[in-house]
Nanobody, 122 residues
């Protein structure tokens, strides 16, 4: 059974930092694109960042320069370092994996975690 389990969410003040982690099990994801999405209340799930299996990285314009995605294929994990957090970053953050060229759309991913809440207070 394939599982993606996120951790590291929480409450932080604006300007602070959090590091999200995603642990994968049930299969090896080293040939998959691994991504992070987020969904705020009343809004659609939106792309945040991803790293392809060739380690190319892509970021949403809203987080570029503040967030950094990384992966450790030996440990089957992917992380998202989030700095200079803003209240508008508040959302449930989801880890996802897929063999896709359409990395900015949720439909491009086959596997999803349950999400972890990130709340940024002003």
């Amino acid at each position: 059974q394939v599982q993606l389990v996120e951790s590291g969410g929480g409450l932080v003040q604006a300007g602070g930092s959090l590091r999200l982690s995603c642990a994968a099990s049930g299969r090896t994801f080293n040939t998959y694109t691994m991504g992070w999405f987020r969904q705020a209340p009343g809004k659609e799930r939106e792309f945040v960042a991803c790293m392809s299996w060739t380690t190319s990285t892509y970021y949403a314009a809203s987080v570029k320069g503040r967030f950094t995605i990384s992966r450790d294929n030996a440990k089957n994990t992917v992380s998202l370092q989030m700095n200079s957090l803003k209240p508008e970053d508040t959302a449930v953050y989801y880890c996802a994996g897929g063999r896709t060229s359409f990395y900015e759309t949720p439909k491009g991913y086959d596997y999803w975690g349950q999400g972890t809440q990130v709340t940024v207070s002003s």
